[in-house]
């Protein structure tokens, strides 16, 4: 069955450090793969999303993403973090059956320290 | 910007009310999606639709219902709500052949006392 692991619960940074976050999956196939970002009281916005091809894949507010299929993972960087970054972080796989039927990890909340 | 309305955002009720999350999108999709959200935990998918006159359930088992009568209009009603009830539901859309992309309401937070 398909699924999501995001790891870490919790991370905290300094504003302008540099930001990892882990995702890594379980699915048979080459999967679809998002990040999404959640600001408090809000709903999801996509970050960026992987189908094929480069496997760096590069999204809104400076971020970006490696597909490393030897490694079922899908970390999310960002080279300098923004106080405005703090947010909680989903990645999410989906089924290449037309469905969009997402499985979400259970997310990482990031605070970030001026 | 994504065109996708959830109402009411907070409702505090007591056992037993019956209860409908109204979600409306602007987009023409074809597919909507409820989903629930519990702190720490990951959004479960709890229904979904490819069209009008079309639902299913989704992976987490609910005791919500839906409807799809318009293309624009999915709404979750529990006929007698519970403490157990008590979380976020999100709706979202996407188009067919489109990227994948989920595009998400604000949420709706239920507490149920």
């Known amino acids: 069955a398909q699924s999501v692991t995001q790891p870490d619960i919790h991370i905290t940074v300094s504003e302008g450090a540099s930001l990892e976050l882990r995702c890594n999956y379980s699915y048979g196939a080459t999967p679809y793969l998002f990040w999404y970002v959640q600001s408090p009281g809000q709903g999801l916005q996509l970050l960026l999303k992987?189908?094929?091809?480069?496997?760096l894949v590069q999204g809104i507010k400076g971020f970006e993403a490696e597909f490393k299929r030897s490694q079922s993972s899908f970390n999310l960087r960002k080279p300098s973090v923004h106080w405005s970054d703090a947010a909680e972080y989903f990645c999410a796989v989906g089924a290449l059956d037309n469905t969009d039927k997402l499985i979400f990890g259970t997310g990482t909340r990031l605070q970030v320290f001026p | 910007e994504a065109d996708i309305y959830q109402t009411p955002r907070y409702l505090v009720i007591g056992t037993g009310k019956k209860i409908t999350l109204e979600c409306s999108q602007t987009m023409g999709h074809d597919k909507m999606y409820w989903y629930q959200q519990d702190p720490g935990m990951e959004l479960h998918l709890i229904h979904y639709?490819?069209?009008?006159?079309?639902?299913e359930k989704g992976d987490l088992s609910s005791e919500s219902t839906v409807s799809r009568i318009r293309t624009e209009h999915f709404p979750l009603t529990l006929e007698s709500a519970r403490p157990s009830h008590t979380s976020q539901y999100l709706c979202?859309?996407?188009?067919?052949?489109?990227?994948?992309?989920?595009?998400f309401g604000e949420g709706s937070r239920l507490t149920v006392l």
């Open positions: 992987y189908f094929s091809g480069d496997t």
């Open positions: 639709s490819y069209g009008v006159n079309s639902t």
């Open positions: 979202a859309s996407s188009e067919w052949g489109g990227s994948g992309e989920l595009f």
